[in-house]
């Protein structure tokens, strides 16, 4: 809907909206942009892979005012501006 708020639907019991922690998520990309990949120590359909940076997420509670949920679905609203981030001042 706009920066803040979101509006969400489908069924209620399997839908769940995920928020993420600024700085960490912040923190990862500066990591990933910085170091590239990391070595691959981790074991996934059969072989060593790398792990992807890991930052901190949750879930956003129903009773969160900033997310409208309904039963039909919609068109999604495009929104007129793009915004880059940019982690260069980033602290």
Do not use: C
Request: hydrophobic share 45%; glycine share 6%; aromatic share 12%.
């Amino acid at each position: 809907m706009d920066n803040v708020n979101a509006k969400v639907w489908g069924d209620l019991a399997n839908i769940f909206v995920l928020g993420f922690a600024n700085t960490s998520f912040i923190g990862a990309l500066r990591d990933q942009l910085t170091f590239g990949d990391q070595p691959a120590d981790f074991y996934y359909a059969g072989k060593l892979t790398p792990k992807g940076r890991e930052f901190t997420a949750f879930i956003i509670p129903e009773s969160a005012p900033s997310v409208i949920r309904v039963l039909e679905r919609f068109e999604p609203i495009e929104m007129a501006t793009v915004h880059v981030l940019d982690i260069s001042r980033a602290r």
